[in-house]
């Protein structure tokens, strides 16, 4: 099952982040990579998340990227959802249900230009806004109540809150 499940934070989420990454590093086409980011709530110390560490990367052309790095992530374990919707950035997940018992990894590739590259924004601002990052959690336990099968629903239902800290921004 693929419910969502919220925990506590836990400080060895930059470290798994950090390996990680130097993996994508090694793997990945060195031209293609403008950079490499921790984003979402495992990025933020103190803030209660899914136990899944996002991970944004940056490159010039998402044509040259679905082109050249599907292959040397699904050979880390990663599935490419090719069917995302949103055509701004390519989705992979590693530890994705049935073949594995839980995800542990979320890959987002994106150009400069994305929205998802942005996302170090709202984590900056999580990061430097405690009584924020606070309500954000309250949200986040709220809502993986209300959807725990439904990973899609959840997601949308954060979306105004972080579209409103992004206006801030």
Known sequence: MDDIEIVDYDPGWPKE????ALRLWD???K???????HIGSTA????SAKPIIDIAIAVPSLEEAR????EPLEALGYSYWRANPQRDRMFFVKGLPPSSPK???HVHVTELSGEVWTRHLFRDYLRTHTD???RYADLKYDLAR?????????????????TRIMAKL
Do not use: C, M, N, S
């Open 27 to 29: 793997v990945l086409p």
């Open 103 to 105: 995800r542990t990894h």
């Open 17 to 20: 982040f950090e390996a990680e």
């Open 132 to 134: 924020e990052a606070q």
């Open 146 to 162: 209300r959807y725990r099968l439904d990973r899609e629903g959840y997601t949308a239902a954060k979306t105004e809150y972080i």
């Open 67 to 70: 082109a050249t790095i599907v």
């Open 44 to 47: 933020i110390p103190g803030l």
């Open 31 to 37: 031209e293609l990579l403008l950079g490499i980011e």
